[in-house]
Structures are given as structure tokens and as C-alpha cells.
């Protein structure tokens, strides 16, 4: 292995990395919102039956049909390329977030359900029985547990979504793939290049998970009190 | 105190209540039994307002539950309820179960729910398990700190959907000499339970449902000795051994 080209290299990385990094917590973040949004517009559907909160419901189950089962390369093309077409220019870096967003609130929003369905139903009587109103029951007793058990699923969405960032280089992103995509181009050193590359993302990856499994004992604890 | 006024439900086509009519006055313990699917937790469930009824009226407290312009919570939270599964919150502690609904239904202050909190897990022989989870307790210690729960919100009656059930017989005892003290001291109570032994103690009168009727409402020295219809000597001797 040739270390004075890995050496000379690793400021591109590094500088790769940072923009993985945004990329992913910006789009985590906001597909986290929008999944919790979605998944609590289906949860109060079956609870309440108003026709306005029907037609809601059916939009989300169409969103999320559209988020899981497209490609986020093809999602990222549409935003990049057909979206001008229509006269609305996004940056490099609004179409990759909007991108991940979009696969990710799909894949957070069921994740979210699982959660909130695995509730039980007692509970809610339960705290309807002690007078707490239904937005003060969903916030204090469903959501909470909810949330403890969605984690896993939701843990395993931040990692996919990390890694899917590595088709934003179509829409002319430096990111970490596209850096070393373009030294293999200009200097033939594949095995150095995509041994850094596999490093970068090992380096990203490994602590979230970590994290993620802290994040998870803190909340079970709080589900099962052991 | 509580008037249940000739009320019938349905689920679908099967009716669960029919036409179903009890007064339950201020202090008094009013116990109903009868056969799984006779209605019971279904009746005791339409005080508070958990199951909506189709026909007929609830007062409970100069409060009309039946009428849909009440505020139910409110209501709720002045009618204490104790389920069968011993519900607690589980991602809670103990006291934190406890100082929630004070704090977000009575608005009562962090200091003021705890004091209180403390002194009703006290009373239920609770006060050192005040900072565990619900997972950690037994299903007897937990069922005494959800009826803690519940009297937490200074009820004006306390409703009990088969509180003993679901226990181990060791804990029935322990959940049972709370709910007799607090009979004795003058709580409004409608506890559906099997527990006969509880009924003969405590109780002022009994409630005998079968399919989704009261087919008796009599003092309880009356329905011990002597059960006025058939299909109640029936159920007694099966459940008295």
C-alpha cells in the first residue's frame, strides 16, 4: 500500500466525512420528525373516525407505499434533474436532504407504529380512567413507551440511512464515495483508496451504533425498570 | 350517589347490558358477581364512561355520564378505577405513577402530589417501594399501588374491575385488607370480584348479573341465605366451596 498517497489524501476524506455527517444528521433528524408526524396521523386514525383524518391517513399510507418501494437514486434523480423541469431548483445539498428525508420518514413512520401499536390497549383505558385528556394520555403514557420499543427500529433506520448517503454523489455531492471514486479515476490506486473509504465509513458508523445500543438499555430500562 | 337508569348495550347484535337499573348511595359497598360474559366489567365500566351505553341514563355525583356534552375526564377523575391486570404505567416509577395524574389532571403541585403520593403508599403499605418500576414488583404490590393510584385523586367512589383475579392466592390477601379498610372508612365502592368471603365482610349489598341483566340487587345477608332466583344458588354453590 502506498501510505504517502493515503496521507496526502486524507484531508479529502476528512472533508467527505463532514459532509456525510451533515447530510445524514440533517436528513435523520428531519425524517425522524416527519415519520413521527406520519405514524401519530395512522395511530390517532383508528381511534377517531373523522373524515378529515381518513383522507390524512390515506396520503400517509400513499407517502410511505412511495418512500419504501423507490430506489433513493431515483428519488435523488427526480430532485435533481425533473424537479427544474417544473421550475423548482434545489442546491446539491437541499436535494440530498430532501432525498433522505423523504426514503427515510417512510421507514421511520413504520417504525414508529410498530411502536405505538405495541402499547397496550389497557393502557390508554387506563389513562383515560385516571381523566387524563387524549393529547395528555398520547404525550405522558403512549408515547414514552412507545418510543422504547421503537428504538431497535429506529436505530436500525440512522444506520441504513448513513449508508445511503453514498449515492449522493449523482447529484454532484463530494462526499465520501465520490472522493474516492475520483482518486481511483486520476490515480489508479483503487486498493489504498477504497481501504480509506471502507475506514471513513467504520469510523462514522461504529460509534452511532454504539450510541444507538447506550440510547437503547437507557430507554428499556425505562420500559421494563430491570 | 351513582343512579344507573335502565341502560342497554350492544356489541353489534349481541347486547352485552339489558336494560340494566341500580342506585348506589353515598358510603356504600355495593359487590357484583355472576358468570364470565354476564356483563359485570362491562356494567362497571359505564360509570365512568369507558364503555358508552346505547340506551338509558348514568348519574354519577350530580353528573350526567351519559350525556355527551359532559367532560368525561374531568369526571374520570373524581371516580377511581382499578383494573383487573394491575395496571401501572411500566416505563414510570411507582411514585411517579402516582404524581402524574395529580399533577396533569388536578394540576397539583410537585410537593403537594409527593406529600400526598407518600402518604397513600403509607396507608398500602407501599412507602419503601416508592422508587421502583412496576417490573419489579409483584402483582400484589403493584395492585396496592394502583388503588394508591387512584386514591391519589380524592374519588368520590371507587369502582374495582376483578382487582384480585389475576393474582397469586398468597397476594389476594394484601390487595383484599386494603380494599376492606378503605369499605370500612366509608368509600363509595362497586367492586366486581368472586371474592365471597370479601362480599360476606363488607359488603352492603350484592349485584347478581347474568346475560347482561341484574337479576338480583339484595342485601347481602339475604343473598347468602337465601338467593332469590335459581340460577343464583346455582352460581353460589359452584363458586363456594
Known amino acids: ?226 | 350517589m351513582i343512579y344507573i337508569n335502565k341502560i342497554s348495550k350492544w356489541y353489534g347484535h349481541f347486547q352485552v347490558l339489558n336494560n340494566c337499573s341500580a342506585g348506589i348511595k353515598k358510603g356504600e359497598v355495593v359487590v357484583v358477581c355472576g358468570p364470565s360474559g354476564s356483563g359485570k366489567s362491562t356494567l362497571i365500566k359505564t360509570v365512568n364512561g369507558l364503555e358508552p351505553v346505547q340506551a338509558g341514563e348514568i348519574i354519577v355525583d350530580n353528573t350526567v355520564v351519559t350525556d355527551r356534552r359532559t367532560d368525561m375526564a374531568g369526571l374520570r377523575a373524581r371516580v377511581g378505577m382499578v383494573f383487573q391486570h394491575f395496571e401501572l404505567f411500566p416505563h414510570l416509577s411507582v411514585m411517579q405513577n402516582l404524581v402524574l395524574p395529580q399533577r396533569k389532571v388536578l394540576k397539583r403541585s410537585r410537593e403537594e402530589a409527593e406529600e400526598k403520593a407518600m402518604g397513600l403508599l403509607q396507608r398500602v403499605g407501599m412507602q419503601e417501594h416508592a422508587g421502583r418500576h412496576p417490573g419489579q414488583l409483584s402483582g400484589g404490590q403493584q395492585q396496592r399501588a394502583a388503588i394508591a393510584r387512584a386514591l391519589c385523586m380524592d374519588p368520590v367512589a371507587m369502582l374495582f374491575d376483578e382487582p384480585t383475579s389475576a393474582l397469586d392466592p398468597e397476594m389476594i390477601k394484601e390487595v383484599l385488607t386494603v380494599m376492606v379498610t378503605l369499605a370500612y372508612e366509608g368509600m363509595t365502592m362497586i367492586v366486581v370480584t368472586h371474592e365471597m368471603g370479601f362480599a360476606r365482610q363488607v359488603a352492603h349489598r350484592i349485584l347478581f348479573m347474568d346475560e347482561g341483566r341484574i337479576v338480583e340487587d339484595t342485601p347481602k345477608d339475604i343473598f347468602f341465605k337465601t338467593p332469590q332466583t335459581l340460577r343464583a344458588v346455582d352460581f353460589l354453590s359452584k363458586i363456594i366451596h
Do not use: H
Not at chain 1, 459532509?19 to 405514524?39: D, F, H, W
Not at chain 1, 430532501?98 to 410498530?114: D, H, P
Not at chain 1, 481501504?195 to 465509513?201: D, K, T
Open chain 1, 1 to 226: 500500500m502506498n501510505l504517502e498517497f493515503m496521507q496526502g489524501a486524507l484531508p479529502l476524506y476528512a472533508s467527505a466525512l463532514l459532509l456525510t455527517l451533515r447530510i445524514s444528521l440533517l436528513g435523520i433528524v428531519l425524517s425522524l420528525v416527519l415519520g413521527l408526524l406520519c405514524s401519530l396521523v395512522l395511530y390517532q386514525r383508528e381511534r377517531e373516525r373523522s373524515r378529515a383524518l381518513w383522507g390524512l391517513g390515506k396520503l400517509v399510507c400513499v407517502y410511505i407505499e412511495f418512500s419504501r418501494n423507490t430506489p433513493l437514486l431515483i428519488q435523488l434523480f427526480f430532485l435533481y434533474y425533473a424537479l427544474p423541469k417544473l421550475g423548482l431548483m434545489l442546491s446539491n445539498e437541499e436535494c440530498a436532504v430532501i432525498g433522505l428525508t423523504f426514503l427515510g420518514g417512510g421507514y421511520m413512520a413504520e417504525s414508529f407504529r410498530s411502536g405505538l401499536e405495541g402499547v397496550s390497549r389497557v393502557q390508554f383505558e387506563l389513562g383515560l380512567s385516571i381523566g387524563l385528556k387524549p393529547l395528555q394520555l398520547v404525550r405522558f403514557v403512549i408515547f414514552p413507551q412507545a418510543l422504547a420499543l421503537a428504538v431497535p427500529a429506529l436505530g436500525a433506520n440512522c444506520i441504513f440511512l448513513i449508508k445511503e448517503t453514498s449515492v449522493v454523489s449523482i447529484v454532484a455531492l463530494p462526499d465520501l464515495m465520490s472522493v474516492a471514486k475520483e482518486l481511483i479515476g486520476m490515480y489508479y490506486n483503487t486498493l489504498e483508496a477504497l481501504f480509506l473509504l471502507v475506514l471513513c465509513y467504520l469510523l462514522l458508523l461504529v460509534p452511532v451504533s454504539f450510541l444507538l445500543t447506550l440510547l437503547e438499555r437507557k430507554l428499556r430500562y425505562a420500559e421494563f425498570g430491570i
